[in-house]
């Protein structure tokens, strides 16, 4: 039998989610229990897909936690109600309008397991992905485990060509060099989330690497699992795309300035700054300070995107050209969505959707 992602469409759902796989049970119950935590928000496009490449994992004894968020504009919880029927370890907690890291302290705060894997809903995970995760975690005792993979577009559009060509190679080739700037991690021990809190529900963005800094900061250790693990389904749409690049850069500057990335935000508002004294200057016919202006921002931008490029060593050079410029284009729309997320931050206008906590959704739980 073939791969369960060839084998079945975007909306089949296979009538046994473990019907690749026949195990004892004593393979089963001698292993620590999986809990898989995923929130969902208007992913009812990507969802199913998720949701088999979890039920299809190597490793068998876990449980699927789907929190699912009221404020999808979405069928994301009829969708997840479908592959339910079908999927016996799957329990569906609704909620009001949390937020994505409010949804995922939900989640494991409703769980049974001893290790937390929080997917997202527009993934999909190889099947040795939970497996190699645990093994990590057993084997060289860590609080977490960071697994690499690579950007996936469906369609057969140009964003999704310099993506699938360009991007995600370079992508593992910068990891390949050095895994010293992998900040982030998916699998934890119970232990570690326990002893931070849980994740931070004022940030609805790079929550990840902020779990990752303070377990790390709280004497814990990480391993890493090199290789394509995972593909992140990304947008086909360049509107989309900008869009997705815009809110998350906007939502991104609370994490900036908690652990105080001074660089960072200097390097990401400094395109947009750029770009507003030099209209200002052609508007007051200051010509020589407007093409400095507008000089100092094409050297900012090109190099945003020379960090990907030295990387390189792609044969697809057709394809590079039209990546600087999606990066140049990118970093233009993150400095002008840091410039609005300052100013919301400034103004106490970015806030967390809803302002209950999770221990306060589990107090009146809607479990399914």
Do not use: C
Not at 83 to 89: C, F, K, S, T
Not at 96 to 111: F, L, P
Not at 281 to 292: C, D, P, R, V
Request: aromatic fraction near 10%.
């Amino acid at each position: 039998m073939g791969d369960i992602h060839s084998e079945l469409g975007k909306n089949d759902v296979p009538s046994n989610p473990f019907f690749l796989r026949d195990f004892s049970m004593a393979e089963i119950e001698d292993k620590p229990l999986v809990s898989v935590i995923v929130p969902t928000f208007n992913s009812s496009t990507t969802i199913g897909r998720t949701l088999r490449s979890i039920a299809n994992q190597s490793y068998r004894r876990m449980e699927i936690i789907a929190v699912h968020d009221g404020g999808s504009k979405d069928n994301t919880l009829e969708v997840l109600e479908d592959l339910r029927r079908d999927m016996p370890n799957l329990r569906i907690i609704k909620t009001t309008h949390i937020g994505r890291s409010a949804a995922r302290n939900v989640g494991w705060k409703a769980a049974a397991g001893d290790v937390f894997f929080f997917a997202d809903s527009d993934e999909i995970y190889m099947d040795d992905y939970v497996a190699v995760g645990v093994e990590k975690i057993v084997s060289e005792n860590v609080s977490g485990v960071t697994i690499t993979g690579s950007s996936l577009v469906d369609e057969d559009s140009l964003l999704g060509r310099i993506y699938v060509e360009v991007y995600s190679r370079l992508q593992k080739e910068k990891q390949r060099a050095s895994t010293a700037g992998l900040n982030w991690a998916w699998i934890f021990r119970r232990e570690a989330i326990e002893s931070v809190g849980g994740y931070d529900e004022d940030l609805d963005q790079a929550e990840d690497k902020d779990i990752f800094i303070r377990i790390r900061g709280n004497g814990g250790k990480f391993a890493v699992v090199l290789g394509d693990h995972w593909h992140h389904l990304r947008p086909s749409k360049m509107s989309t795309y900008l869009r997705k690049t815009w809110n998350g850069s906007k939502r991104r500057v609370r994490f900036s300035i908690k652990h105080n990335h001074k660089k960072e935000i200097l390097i990401n508002l400094a395109p947009s700054i750029a770009i507003i004294l030099y209209l200002a200057s052609a508007a007051i016919s200051l010509t020589f300070f407007a093409y400095l202006t507008l000089l100092g921002l094409l050297l900012l931008s090109i190099g945003g995107a020379y960090k990907w490029i030295k990387w390189s060593s792609v044969t697809a050079w057709r394809l590079t050209g039209l990546f600087v410029l999606l990066m140049i284009l990118t970093r233009i729309v993150t400095s002008f969505g840091y410039l609005y997320g300052m100013a919301m931050v400034t103004l106490g206008g970015i806030r967390r959707p809803n302002q209950r906590t999770a221990s306060q959704i589990l107090d009146q739980p809607q479990l399914h």
